[in-house]
């Protein structure tokens, strides 16, 4: 059912409009919908990708909406998922998504992992024949917000090379940590294995700014910085984003390249899942599937210490890291997860902003499906 979009725009400059928060959770709900998702489900995914713009993290919010919207329209994503329980052994479980929504498997493989961790003090899902389920700290929130600590991993399709090589093999695969502390915001960290992430490349692109050197390596071993050309290459395999830190072993790629190998066995291993190159497709009944695979890893702060103790201890460390001699002209220093804290308070207040690229995504799916209550004003 279509929601009347009111006080739509908060403000706006030339370069972009920010947009109510609540606003664009109605679109992206009815959106997904009108896809054939069910209701319920669809709150799920639009939660996590709110969640994802509010925080700051804009290459996985709205943003990727258009991609969602696609390959459920291209049959790549069953737009109802049913998920099989493959195996449940006391405090851990392998599941199997059926190629449903990532966000949505990923979501009930969380809960699964809590509610073993109450039980038993750890919790761990292994999923496999996913898709893409949005930020990966969504999840951990997840965990944090029953006290508990939370570390999530996917992998994704290739684009990262293995240090001295240049041919994308792995994903930019991220490792995801949350913990409560007795602060306003956790400790919660949410990168990629990567330098930058393909998501990031796309917020350039729209952008229309170049990258940073030394985050993209072509084939002939040189740097790229368009964003465009750098997507093109992506998509045909001739560029790879490197690793955490960087190219070789002199800046210590070995590690990011390592970290990123590990990601990729939790997430396809234990479950006997898709890797590597099967990540960018494979065909079942002649139609295109883009399967991932997840581990989720929950674990009871109570089985362990109590957890006011816990917290006090977590938020001391934050304190004194925070407190420690800043660099030259540094102003402050900040913990994992504080900023991102920060721009969801301001971003409840101010709105999401929308460049002029997604504006155009938006206006297409409203066209489509005939979404007219919205009063877009582009």
């Known amino acids: 059912m279509q929601k009347i979009a009111k006080e739509t725009i908060i403000s706006s400059s030339d370069d972009q409009i920010y947009v109510d928060a609540g606003v664009l959770r109605n679109f992206m709900e009815d959106v997904f919908i009108n896809l054939k998702v069910p209701a319920e489900h669809a709150k799920i995914i639009v939660d996590v990708l709110i969640t994802s713009d509010l ?26 998922t049913e998920i099989e329980i493959v195996s449940d052994n ?46 990966a700290g969504y999840y951990s929130l ?73 985050v993209i390596v072509s084939n002939n071993g040189n740097s790229k910085t368009d964003a465009s050309v750098v997507l093109d290459k992506l998509g045909n395999r001739s560029a790879a984003l490197l690793p955490l830190g960087g190219e070789g072993e002199d800046t210590s790629g070995h590690k990011g390249y390592g970290y990123a190998t590990f990601a990729e066995i939790l997430s396809s291993a234990l479950q006997d899942g898709v890797y590597l190159k099967d990540t960018a497709g494979v065909i079942e009944n002649g139609q295109k599937r883009l399967k991932v695979g997840h581990f989720f890893l929950v674990i009871n702060i109570q089985n362990f210490i109590p957890i006011e103790k816990f917290k006090h201890n977590t938020g001391s460390i934050m304190r004194e890291l925070r407190s ?10 900040y913990t994992a997860g504080e900023k991102e804290y920060y721009t969801e308070t301001e971003r409840r207040k101010s709105g999401i902003p929308i460049n002029k690229s997604l504006q155009k995504d938006i206006k297409i799916m409203q066209k489509e499906l005939e979404l007219d209550s919205y009063n877009f004003p582009f």
């Open 324 to 333: 420690s001699k800043r660099a030259p002209g540094k102003e402050r220093i």
């Open 142 to 214: 997840m965990a944090i917000k029953e006290g508990m600590i939370g570390f999530i991993t996917t992998n994704t399709r290739p684009s990262v090379p293995p240090t001295f090589g240049v041919e994308p093999m792995l994903g930019t695969n991220p490792l995801t940590y949350g913990a409560p502390t007795d602060e306003s915001f956790p400790f919660l960290l949410d990168c990629a294995t990567s330098i930058i992430q393909r998501g990031k490349v796309e917020v350039y692109n729209r952008l229309h700014k170049p990258l940073p050197n030394g």
């Open 55 to 80: 925080r700051g993290i804009d290459s996985h919010g709205i943003q990727r909406c258009k991609m969602y919207y696609d390959r459920i329209r291209e049959g790549i994503y069953n737009p109802k």
């Open 90 to 135: 006391k405090s851990s479980v392998v599941i199997d998504g059926k190629c449903g929504m990532g966000h949505v498997i990923a979501f009930k493989a969380m809960k699964m992992a809590i509610e073993k961790a109450k039980k038993y003090g750890l919790g761990a899902v292994a999923v496999r024949n996913s898709t893409h389920f949005g930020i």
